[in-house]
């Protein structure tokens, strides 16, 4: 399987019914960085990053907050909204690529924070980690394995973008999303899903300083590679590839077309890459919810944080059949048909 032709191998489209999502909730940080602050820092024209990149602005993590932080944030919230006590949660999973550090796990850091009795602990899957996570929740919901699954989405790239490199460091921001997993009727849940995963595109996005390959030597931190770096062309052919492969999988799988589903919440990566998948399917503009400009593309919180400001605009009712997509470093992707 290659990284410049996706269509050729994916795995079969999976069904996962019975589970519904009892509250959502989300966080970014307070300090916005406009596309003026960073012409001042880098020397790139605002206007160019949003003609490239479709962000106004994005918010950072303070000095103080870490990774942990937002994931609480949008947790207590997600719990509020559901109604749900701490003592409920059977299972906690939290999908992140920037933990506060290697170990112990985020997962358990929030554990204890929010005062759970459950089994915790994170899932790498960069941009796609809120749709493993999604996944694997849903799965312990329906096999009966848990109850209530509290899935927590979060990421802080401001530090771990290169602060020099005006095509990365403009269009990533810091935020966190959660979910509430819970049984649902017969006629809710995952209706098609598409998981998977693609190695040998693993040298076009990622971070390869600071792990067990490159400790943090002075001479890997001097080369810079502790920072993220990214083969944009090759990524962003990859990403309209994926998403819109994906999208009409768990489509056909379904039976219905695109104009059968009531909203679709892709991946927050760049606006070129939504749009451009938008014009291939022929799916018009008011059909799907951004909110890219204001926060950037945020990892693994970008789909959990835009589903949740579409459920606080009325986007979202009851029956409604929802497409969330998610794709990122590894290669990997998860696009999913969500019944309502």
Known sequence: ??????????PPCRQLMGVQILGTGSYVPDLVVTNEDLMHHLGCDPEWIVKQMGVHER??????????????????RCLKR??????EIDMLVVATITPDMS??????????RLGLNCFAFDLSAACAGFMYALVVGASHVVSGAADKVLIVAGDCMSRVANPKD???????????????????????????YSLGSDGSGANLLGRRGGGSRLPPTPEVLAEGLHFLHMNGKAVFSWAVAILCDTIQDVLAASGIG??????????QANIRIINAA?????????????????????????????LDEAIADDRVRPGDRIVMSGFGAGLTWGTALFAW
């Not at 399987?1 to 994916?10: E, F, G, I, K, L």
């Not at 403009?170 to 006629?187: F, S, T």
């Open 278 to 306: 938008l014009d291939v399917l022929g799916i018009g503009r008011g059909m799907v919810f951004t909110n890219i400009a204001r926060y950037g593309n945020t990892s693994a919180a970008s789909v959990p944080l835009a």
């Open 1 to 10: 399987m290659t990284h410049d032709n996706p269509a050729r191998r994916r």
């Open 258 to 267: 695109p104009g059968d589903v009531d909203l679709y919440v892709p991946h």
């Open 59 to 76: 918010r950072h993590a303070r000095p103080h907050q870490a990774t942990s932080d937002l994931c609480f944030e949008a947790a207590v």
């Open 166 to 192: 005006v095509k990365t460091y403009p269009i990533l921001g810091d935020g966190a999303g959660a979910v509430l997993l819970g049984r649902g009727r017969p006629d809710q849940g995952l209706v098609n």
């Open 82 to 87: 559901a109604e749900v006590g701490p003592e």
């Open 103 to 112: 170990f112990p796990s985020v997962g358990c850091l929030l554990q204890d």
